[in-house]
């Protein structure tokens, strides 16, 4: 019977840990923010999708004929028309005009995937190259002008 009570007397334990841990994420929000969301803004929503299918090697995930992700494990690279969103928030961005940012995909052979680019990749930015900071990275632009990194550590000779 004695174990029976400690059991019973565990559960309620951990019934009420559980509450109270729960309570305190809801209380505290996530005190950093967190970047989970890339969104490229184009006029052509089809052929950047196709264009990242092929370099990313998957499929999107559609959401109407406007909207398209790729969810690449850490997180998303969305695509969304310009026309739907000047229609949600006018005047918010320029499709095709980014000259600032840089979307930075980790994979594991940049030679290979630089070989293997060739015929999807009409502007190379950069060959393949070791840089100062450790990484050999890629650079080269999608079919809006989106500049592009692939890259992987630098391996040590």
Known sequence: ?????SLICLI???VVALV????LVANNPQPNPILINTCLITTNVSRLVNFYENVLGMKAQWSGKQYAEFHTGVGVLAIFSAEAQEKYIPGSSEAA???SAILQFKVA???????????????WVKKPATQPWGTRSVYFRDPDGNLVDFYMPAKID
């Open 1 to 5: 019977m004695n174990g029976l009570k």
């Open 12 to 14: 309620v334990l951990g």
């Open 20 to 23: 109270v841990c729960l309570r």
């Open 97 to 99: 005009s980014n000259r």
């Open 109 to 123: 052979d940049v030679d290979h995937e630089y070989v293997r680019l060739q015929p999807m990749v009409t502007i």
